[in-house]
């Protein structure tokens, strides 16, 4: 895969970049700050980026606002966010295209190789992946949306897998329940959500905005 | 139309002097005769009045009369013996004022209030001696009928009490505006305070403020110390030595260091999370990155009830008004989900231009009964408030709607950093 880091803390991003090196990603290109990132996604086109979201020259959000804005001239352009923090009102901003290939995750993440891996390569294939933190913090609320109401407890157990990008195996696997019956719930939330197949490819996607809309 | 408006405002204020006689009389009879508690409830009643007093001349007249804070404002203590009671009326130059101003107006005031009033009662008698005046001298046998110097006896001196009349009741309105704007000089003069009181009134506020900003400051960094040092500090040191004990074991233990090793990247990742957790206490990077209106859409996105937020923002307040109003929301936000039984809650942040003063109102649909006297989270947020000079208004009826308001008056940074 062709990936593009913007990170501004050298130690990181280099660990980054030797990273992605030693299981066989090509780094196209390293930035440390906003604007050249945005220009970086545009010429470049990677099959993702992975953008700190916090980066010179202001140091509040350029990373998001960067990716935002080459998401917005290239649709669907895969982007991980990292960040120190979770912050769900940037989660909502970026599912808001509905375009999916986003993921948003801690910087922690990244010390268990394997598994970050695994979101890169799940965001690169135009998965959804949200930290568990974001879904943790979403599920303490009481539930607003009618539609997100009728959602029986384990179908909303589900979803807020479903948000952390897990595939039906993996949410079988934390549910501890069969393939077959994982696949009956989603079908279940399509229905109860008004999410019909045929109308967009990226159901998935739009179950989770309206988890995070809730 | 707005002389008649006037002359119900002199009205008004007529009744506001009998008032004032009652209440001057009552702090007069106070001072004399040794009632318990009669003194402090005579000077609460004088004070309620000529708040009245004072309201009414800035709504009518556009004259604001700023008033220096009671020294002893609601704890007015009962002094003993005819002296120490006289000391405690004139010993408080605001309490004097008030003192003069109830009893002067009490005379002085009802008289010039009741003026316009008067002469436009008097007109309309005139009027009605025009059109009944021959009749009530001739048949009903009415005699020594006057109206000023016109001796009402037939048609023609009935009409000039008529025009007298006419031209009484003319002078009423005319002097009615004039009249309501003279009350409001009055209350003025006698009851503004001098510039040096008002000065030692704004020292002695600044000095409070400042020393509870200072402890706030204090408390938050000795909180921030101890969470380090208990929290993050404490993993990092277990995460040296498990890494040290793996080093020992390099050699001969692969699967032991496998294990601690392991160990250490969960100790790396709960240190992470607390110092997540405490760096969210001190400043929310939201905050940080976007400012007040995105931050409190932040906390609405997952406060528990339904929320609404309106902003009217055209820029950032400055950074320490805009943290310290961030978390007097948060902290309201988290009473109204704790306390009211609220389902949902609607927020509202707008910023005057004309005044420079930031306005948020929070509103929930709760059972109401927050009072600001009993729960220490709505002092605390009037304390952090009041070092930017910014009040909070509680109005929470039992059974509700409870709405609490906050105004801090600040200046926005240049539309360069504007987020909303």
New interface residues.
Partial sequence: MRVAVAEDHFLLRDGLVRLLGAFGHEVVAAVDNGPELHKVLLAERPDVAIVDVRLPPDFSDEGLRAALAARAQVPGLPVLLLSQYVEPLYARELLADGAGAVGYVLKDRVTNGAEFLRTIQQVAGGGTVMDPEVVSKLLARKVRDQRLGSLTGREREVLGLLAQGRSNAGVAEALVVSEKAVAKHIGNIFTKLGLYPGESDNRRVLAVLAYLEG | MKRVEAVRRCHRLWWLSVVALHWSTMVHIAVWTPVPGLLPRAAAGMRRLVDRERALAAEWSGITVEATPAPTAGKEREALGLLARYRWLFGDAQRFREWRWTTMYSFVGGLIACVPGALVLYGLWGLFLAAFGSYLADDAGWDGLWYLFVHVEDVPTGLMAGLLGLAAGKTGLWLAPGTVDCHARFVRATLAPSEQELMAARIAHLAATRSDAVDTSAAELRRIERDLHDGAQARLVAMGMTLDAAEHRLNDDPEAVRALLAEA?AS??AA??EL?DL??GIHP??L???GLA?AV??LA??????AEVTVDLPARPEAPVESAVYFAVAETVTNAAKHGEAERLWIDIAYDAGTGTLRVSVTDDGRGGADPARGSGLAGIERRLATFDGVLAVNSPAGGPTQISMEVPCALQSPKTTSC
Avoid: G, H, Q
């Fill in positions: 990247r790396s990742s992470l999370k997540r760096v969210r990077p939201v940080a990155d976007r995105d859409r932040s996105l997952l406060s528990p009830l339904a």
